[in-house]
């Protein structure tokens, strides 16, 4: 049974990589799909270089990591306005880690490390800024759905330096 509370998102996803030859070979096919969620721009992806991909184009590797870490941030924006803590800037440098056997199979993320560097006003409280990171993670829809570690290490500075 489904509550009010529950969503369903739908994407589509096409390949167009098809170079004449379909998937003849490993080689012989292009790994490029388009990524289309109805009413939004499309997104370009390939597969990552390492895999015949095309760098110019969004994987998924980086579209995962990249979930992780608007995701945190929204909760966290979400959670420092109603906590009274003035953002003025957020910005994240997130690295997933993905590992894989010696025979290059079984590849999966080890974990994935957000890097965010926050401002926030003089006014606010720089701990209670710190301290909302560890709510936004337990919040954070995309990280209770992975099942490696998410970490965070978040730097707080305060307009004008204080």
């Known amino acids: 049974m489904s509550s009010t509370m529950d969503h369903t998102y739908t994407v589509t996803v096409s390949w167009t990589g098809n170079n ?3 998937t003849a070979d490993y080689r012989s ?25 095309d760098r110019a184009r969004h994987n998924p590797e980086d579209l995962l990591v990249a979930s992780l870490s608007a995701c945190h941030m929204l909760w966290y924006l979400h959670l420092c306005a109603e906590a009274g803590v003035v ?17 290059g199979s079984g590849g999966h993320f080890e974990e994935v490390i957000l890097r ?20 936004a993670h337990a919040k954070c829809f995309i ?9 965070h290490k978040p730097e707080i500075s305060k307009e004008g330096g204080a």
């Open 20 to 22: 004449g030859e379909g």
């Open 29 to 53: 096919f292009g790994r490029d799909h388009d990524i289309v969620v109805e009413g939004k721009p499309v997104l370009a992806g390939s597969a990552d270089p390492l895999f015949r991909g």
């Open 87 to 103: 953002v003025t800037a957020y910005e994240d440098r997130a690295e997933g880690k993905m590992v894989f056997g010696r025979d």
């Open 116 to 135: 965010p560097r926050i401002t926030v006003t003089a006014a606010s409280d720089a701990s209670v800024a710190a301290a909302l990171h560890a709510d």
């Open 143 to 151: 990280a209770n759905s992975v099942n490696f570690p998410v970490r």
